[in-house]
């Protein structure tokens, strides 16, 4: 891994981790459906490019489900 790969990926988990709080408020204040399936959706799409941005480790979610 090159330090522009490992300094990509932490940008990537910074934001996951943003992601993490936001849901945890959507939670707490009970917010409808769609706003926590909008969140998870973000939280699919960066994990999968986090493991994407790493090629020895190969790792995609595909498949959200349409109810929560």
Do not use: C, H
Request: proline share 3%.
């Amino acid at each position: 891994l090159s330090r522009s790969d490992i300094l990509e990926a932490r940008k990537i988990l910074q934001k996951l981790y943003l992601l993490i709080k936001e849901m945890e408020a959507a939670r707490r204040d009970r917010k409808g459906v769609d706003d926590i399936r909008q969140i998870a959706r973000q939280q699919v799409d960066l994990t999968n490019s986090f493991y994407s941005s790493n090629q020895k480790i190969p790792y995609q979610v595909d498949w959200m489900p349409k109810e929560i």
